[in-house]
């Protein structure tokens, strides 16, 4: 069975700080991983994925198959980014068919 | 481009009374998918049509919910009849024939009392 594992509910840091949100994934085959983002009164959208190696409003995520690992990172962090995160995954020939992690809180403190 | 749009953004209902909601895919868009989110869980995979037809229903809780997509266009899910554990948020997300990018729209929040 697949799962997506975001240990952080919440995650809170100042303005200019680096942030990581954390994202573990377990599956069997070869994932397809992405980062969807919500922020206030807007609807999901999506954020990044790994295969694109793209750096989209300053994040970036690596996927590491060793620890099976898909962390966002952003070096400066900036008070838009306060936001609902949700990792994801899939691992069918659908796109669509997404398992998502619980989702972390970002806040950015100005 | 007009989004996903969702119908009702919010809907409160008796438990053992029937809800319907609705989603319009973006025009063009063969793919199209239901989710949801219960209290304090992730958001949850339920169904995927193209076109018309199911193409994997495999995360439908139980027989009481019931997906259409009549004519390919938009769809509808009925839970019938609700219990207080159907209470969440109810997204629908679509994407074109190469299905690599998928949009949600703003869901509609669900509340069984």
């Known amino acids: 069975a697949q799962r997506v594992t975001q240990p952080e509910k919440l995650l809170s840091v100042f303005k200019g700080a680096p942030v990581e949100l954390k994202c573990n994934y377990s599956y069997s085959g070869s994932p397809e991983l992405f980062w969807y983002v919500q922020y206030s009164r807007q609807r999901l959208q999506l954020l990044l994925r790994h295969i694109s190696r793209e750096s989209i409003k300053g994040f970036t995520a690596d996927l590491n198959k060793g620890e099976t690992s898909f962390h966002l990172k952003k070096p400066f962090a900036q008070e838009e980014d306060s936001a609902m995160y949700y990792c994801?995954?899939?691992?069918?020939?659908?796109?669509?068919?997404?398992?998502f992690g619980q989702g972390t809180i970002l806040t950015v403190h100005p | 481009e007009a989004g996903v749009t969702q119908f009702p953004s919010h809907s409160v209902i008796e438990k053992g009374q029937t809800v319907t909601l609705r989603c319009d895919p973006i025009s063009g868009h063969d793919n199209l998918y239901w989710y949801r989110r219960v209290m304090g869980k992730e958001i949850k995979f339920l169904l995927h049509f193209v076109k018309e037809s199911k193409q994997d229903e495999s995360g439908m809780p139980n027989n009481r919910f019931l997906a259409e997509r009549t004519g390919g266009t938009y769809s509808t899910l009925k839970v019938q009849p609700a219990e207080l554990e159907d209470s969440g948020v109810y997204f629908c997300?679509?994407?074109?024939?190469?299905?690599?990018?998928?949009?949600f729209g703003e869901g509609s929040w669900l509340t069984v009392v």
């Open positions: 994801a995954l899939s691992g069918g020939t659908s796109y669509g068919k997404l398992t």
């Open positions: 997300a679509s994407s074109n024939t190469q299905g690599n990018t998928i949009y």
